[in-house]
């Protein structure tokens, strides 16, 4: 069971990043993903998840009208587009595959999670 993410990097205020995250076929297909982050000194929190058919979507508030989860065909790739963003956007990206087909805010409804990518904002 492996999930890669990828795409991190170094953005300026107001730019635009878009993160992947490719998982085993065997673990995510049919699998709710979602996306959390964890700042500097801070709990790892949730920023979006994704229904494995990709009809059910969930956004937190920080994050809603700025930044986009998608699947791949495949449904094996999960995208999280970024835009717009701020300094405090700054944090490592994790990937997750949510132990039912719904995606959640909860982390504990993961229970299989990439190793991060880290994505810088300077102001």
């Known amino acids: 069971v492996q999930l890669q993410a990828s795409g991190g990097g170094l953005v300026q205020a107001g730019g635009s990043l878009k993160i992947s995250c490719t998982a085993s076929?065997?673990?995510?297909?049919?699998?709710?993903m979602g996306w959390f982050r964890q700042a500097p000194g801070k709990e790892r929190e949730f920023v979006a998840a994704i229904s494995w058919n990709g009809g059910n979507i969930v956004y937190a508030d920080s994050v809603k009208g700025r930044f986009t989860i998608s699947r791949g065909y495949a449904k094996s790739t999960v995208y999280l587009q970024m835009n717009s963003l701020k300094p405090e956007d700054t944090a490592v990206y994790y990937c997750a595959a949510a132990r039912t087909p719904y995606g959640s805010s909860s982390r504990n409804d993961y229970n299989y999670w990439g190793q991060g990518t880290q994505v810088t904002v300077s102001s």
């Open positions: 076929r065997r673990t995510s297909s049919n699998n709710g």
